[in-house]
Nanobody, 122 residues
Framework: QVQLVESGGGLVQAGGSLRLSCAAS????????MAWFRQAPGKEREFVSS???????NSADSVKGRFTISRDNAKNTVYLQMNSLKPEDTGVYYC????????????????WGQGTQVTVSS
């Protein structure tokens, strides 16, 4: 079972930037697909971005051109660089890992972090 710990959340003004990090342990990180999801208050969790073991990325339309997912296999870490943040980006951001090399909006992500809060003020 992979353990995931997110960091980097916080409060930022609209138009600002944040970089989230997710450190993984307990598995073969380089062979897992990784992803970020988010959950806004009163809403269901939604897919944000994913990256395969070969660094191929996929992002939700709502964040394309603003968010960038990347991974550093030497550090067992996945990142989410968030630019041009909007109030609607507010929510708890979760890191997720799949035990297979490929994954996307429909999974299969079986390991989850505890989440980090991102709040964007207008």
């Amino acid at each position: 079972q992979v353990q995931l710990v997110e960091s980097g959340g916080g409060l930022v003004q609209a138009g600002g930037s944040l970089r989230l990090s997710c450190a993984a342990s307990g598995g073969t990180f380089s062979r897992y697909a990784m992803a970020w999801f988010r959950q806004a208050p009163g809403k269901e969790r939604e897919f944000v971005s994913s990256v395969t073991w070969r660094h191929r990325t996929n992002s939700a339309d709502s964040v394309k051109g603003r968010f960038t997912i990347s991974r550093d296999n030497a550090k067992n870490t996945v990142y989410l660089q968030m630019n041009s943040l909007k109030p609607e980006d507010t929510g708890v951001y979760y890191c997720a890992a799949a035990s297979v090399p490929y994954g996307g909006p429909d999974g299969p992500f079986g390991s989850w972090g505890q989440g980090t809060q991102v709040t964007v003020s207008s």
